[in-house]
């Protein structure tokens, strides 16, 4: 059986000095936790609320 594949939805952060778009991030401890317990961290930008089902679709639990 595959290892289960966790979606953790990560954060925005605004940086106004940032021309290329805010980055992501997502504390350390969340992933490193998810691998421990034999699952596969993937971390999930936020995005339009009409392409959420196709990432939805590839995992098999959700991080709020």
């Known amino acids: 059986r595959m290892n ?4 953790i939805s990560v ?3 605004i940086r106004p000095d940032r021309q290329e778009g805010p980055p992501f991030a997502l504390p ?3 992933s490193e936790a ?3 317990a ?3 961290p993937w971390m999930l930008p936020s995005v339009d609320p009409q ?3 196709p990432y ?3 995992i098999d639990g959700l991080l709020l």
Do not use: K
């Open 11 to 13: 954060s925005t952060l």
């Open 4 to 7: 289960p594949q966790i979606g």
């Open 38 to 40: 034999g699952g596969v």
């Open 51 to 53: 392409l959420v089902h």
């Open 56 to 58: 939805l679709a590839r």
């Open 28 to 30: 350390a401890l969340y």
């Open 34 to 36: 998810i691998v421990s």
